[in-house]
């Protein structure tokens, strides 16, 4: 549901796809065929995706959980199949899924902080091919998920590796409907190019804001996923 549903629809037929897999290949569950593959919305905050993993485990009794895009969502779930013994696989990005000694949670998607701090790396040379290699003074601006606020983390932090000085760190709501208070902070920055991440509404919203609001900054996307 919310900004990140569009993320997490594509799940459901490859989730599918993947049981059918290992049915045709003869994988057993407990020495029983495999079941078809359960898929359940995880509601609209971290503590229902975590009441959606309790039915998954105890009523549909899975064996196997993939969850759940978004990383804020991905913690609570991860924490309900550590409780259960049950594996979760995940391609959500914050660094707290496997740093908490958690057995039972396998990522396959490097740490957020590691993704904020690559995605820094190839700006020098793009500024460089658009002849703007003057800009030196940045801001990062990102949403509040979890994976947003680890991405932002590993850009702020390694910035001046890649020659850029961060003159604020701007943190907006996942849900955001009206950019109109980002782009005044983004205003009195001091900036010379924005670092944008976040939910798709907010890359769409804060940019446009920007620019009806006359600031002709460039702006470039710096992060990866949920």
Known sequence: RGGFATHGLPRTPGGRRAGDSL???GIKSGGAAMRPAVAADTGPDPATAASTARRLLSDDQVKIL???YLSSFTLTVSTEAERAKIPLITQSFADGLVTRGYKYTFKTTPLGTVF???????NPDVLLDAKRSAIKK????DGNDASAITQAKGAVDDATKYGFEIT????Y???LTDATSIVSQIRDTGA???FIGGGLGGVIQIPKGMRGGGI?????GVRGGG
Not at 116 to 122: E, F
Not at 168 to 171: A, V, W
Not at 216 to 220: A, F, K, M, S
């Open 116 to 122: 904020g701090s690559n995605t820094m790396s190839y």
């Open 168 to 171: 604020k760190n701007i943190s």
């Open 173 to 175: 709501p996942t849900n």
């Open 66 to 68: 993939t969850a759940a």
């Open 192 to 194: 010379q190019i924005i």
């Open 138 to 141: 940045g801001s990062v601006v």
């Open 23 to 25: 049915d045709q290949a």
């Open 216 to 220: 002709t900054l460039p702006v470039v």
